[in-house]
């Protein structure tokens, strides 16, 4: 078992930066793909960026393609997200997710993710 507790959100204007971390505990960090996720007042829970296990493979949602970052460092059993250029529509809770697996390929879909964190409020204004 993993447990994960993000920190970084807050409030910044459009086009500003923000850098969430999402930092495990529990088991082998390097035992887990990773992946952030995001849910808007009245939305569903969406796909914004996942790394593997090893960190050599990324994939990220249309959306934020070009403009968000995801990263680990499984030494310190920590993983990133650093998102520039936001914009109003980037408003959302921010969870990241842990998946045991043995691949070595990223996941996008949140049911296959096995832990959770409680999220990290990210706000832009206009």
């Known amino acids: 078992q993993v447990q994960l507790v993000e920190s970084g959100g807050g409030l910044v204007q459009d086009g500003g930066s923000l850098r969430l971390s999402c930092a495990a505990s529990g088991r082998t960090f390097s035992d887990y793909a990773m992946g952030w996720f995001r849910q808007a007042p009245g939305k569903e829970r969406e796909f914004v960026a996942a790394?593997?296990?090893?960190?050599?493979?990324?994939y990220y949602a249309d959306s934020v393609k070009g403009r968000f970052t995801i990263a680990r460092d499984n030494a310190n059993d920590t993983v990133y997200l650093q998102m520039s250029s936001l914009k109003p529509e980037d408003t959302a809770i921010y969870y990241c997710?842990?998946?045991?697996?043995?691949?070595?390929?990223?996941?996008?879909?949140?049911?296959?993710?096995?832990?959770w964190g409680q999220g990290t409020q990210v706000t832009v204004s206009s």
């Open positions: 997710a842990a998946r045991l697996t043995t691949s070595m390929l990223v996941t996008t879909t949140k049911n296959s993710y096995d832990y």
């Open positions: 790394i593997n296990r090893g960190g050599g493979d990324t």
